[in-house]
């Protein structure tokens, strides 16, 4: 199968990789979705990273290349800080590649960088120009130890959490209090009226506009769609689905080629190929377990 939106070459064959979770502490679930580490011993990775929220990676082994929306590619670092995309992005890692990271809530995002989410959407940066040098020193350190067998997955999480807890900085009351509702209206439906949004919002329309592309990389509108696409995704790549199920994801679309177009500009694939073993990495990432950002 060729990777959409790149000329040539194959994906990464199935079972190949492991991806394994490890669920926040209770003082890190506000800033955290799920910790991960990821690992392929194969000399050549390939796969697509559906939109998602942002970041904070470490690669202690391999060097890639992500496929940037308008044109052009981002390198990968040792300590690195995907931003929150808002469409599906290919990339290719010469392996072996090992991954250890946390995907960020948008909470998390703003309380480690303070960066504008919408200004630096669908970009892979070199964590040493955003965040705190001591942060990105230990990372660096973190990624040694990794690769001398020193410390396993398990420890660079721990640490991981530790150093996004010491460098996170809260954002005003207002704007948390924002944030949850914002959270709360996407989990409300597939499909959610923009309305509801601004009539539970205490900031005015335009205000409330502006808040939300700034914590979460998009407008109201277009954030919507992006979490239509992702959970129709993770309900899609399931195994087999229920009758209301199916009934709920198409009645959240216009018609069948509409959820076509959406789900592979979000996720980067035909709904078709959601549940096929050619696409193991994009199935774990648009698992339900990754949209726990979605507080209902």
Same mark, same amino acid.
């Given at each position: 199968?060729? @990777?959409?939106?790149?000329? /040539?070459? !194959?994906? =990464?064959? +199935?079972?190949?990789?492991?991806?394994? %979770?490890?669920?926040?502490?209770? !003082? $890190?679930?506000?800033?955290?979705?799920?910790?991960?580490?990821? @690992?392929?011993?194969?000399?050549?990775?390939?796969?697509?990273?559906?939109?998602?929220? /942002?970041?904070?990676?470490?690669? +202690?082994? *391999?060097? *890639?290349?992500?496929?940037?929306?308008? *044109? /052009?590619?981002?390198?990968?670092?040792e300590v690195n800080l995907l931003t929150p995309f808002v469409r599906a992005a290919p990339f290719e890692v010469d392996g072996p590649f090992h991954a250890v990271g946390a995907a960020l809530t948008p909470l998390g995002w703003t309380a480690l960088t303070g960066l504008h989410a919408q200004d630096h959407a669908n970009r892979l940066y070199d964590a040493k120009n955003w965040l705190p040098a001591d942060l990105v020193e230990q990372g660096r350190a973190l990624c040694e130890a990794y690769r001398e067998d020193e410390a396993s997955a398990p420890t660079l999480v721990e640490q991981l959490s530790q150093m996004i807890l010491s460098s996170a900085r809260?954002?005003?009351?207002?704007?948390?209090?924002?944030?949850?509702? =914002?959270?709360?209206?996407?989990? &409300?439906?597939?499909?959610?009226?923009?309305?509801?949004? %601004?009539?539970? &919002?205490?900031?005015?329309?335009?205000?409330?506009? @502006?808040?939300?592309?700034? %914590?979460? *990389?998009? &407008?109201?509108? =277009?954030?919507?769609?992006?979490?239509? $696409?992702?959970?129709?995704?993770?309900?899609?790549?399931? +195994?087999?689905? &229920?009758? !209301?199920?199916? $009934? $709920?994801?198409?009645?959240?679309?216009?018609?069948q080629p509409h959820m076509i177009h959406e789900i592979r500009e979000f996720v980067g694939r035909t709904p078709a190929r959601l549940a096929d073993d050619e696409s193991p990495y994009l199935k774990e990432l648009t698992n339900a377990k990754n949209l726990r950002e979605l507080r209902g």
């Open positions: 199968m060729k @990777r959409d939106g790149l000329a /040539g070459g !194959e994906l =990464t064959s +199935p079972n190949r990789f492991e991806l394994e %979770y490890f669920e926040p502490g209770e !003082e $890190a679930q506000q800033l955290v979705t799920v910790f991960y580490h990821f @690992r392929c011993d194969d000399p050549l990775v390939r796969d697509i990273q559906p939109a998602a929220v /942002g970041h904070l990676s470490l690669f +202690p082994r *391999g060097k *890639g290349r992500m496929s940037l929306p308008d *044109g /052009g590619h981002d390198l990968s670092h809260m954002p005003r009351p207002k704007h948390l209090e924002l944030m949850a509702i =914002t959270g709360q209206w996407l989990a &409300s439906s597939l499909l959610p009226d923009v309305e509801d949004l %601004y009539a539970a &919002s205490t900031f005015s329309k335009r205000q409330t506009q @502006r808040l939300v592309q700034q %914590y979460f *990389g998009a &407008s109201p509108v =277009t954030l919507r769609r992006k979490y239509r $696409a992702l959970r129709a995704a993770a309900v899609l790549s399931q +195994p087999s689905l &229920s009758k !209301e199920e199916e $009934a $709920a994801i198409h009645d959240a679309f216009y018609d």
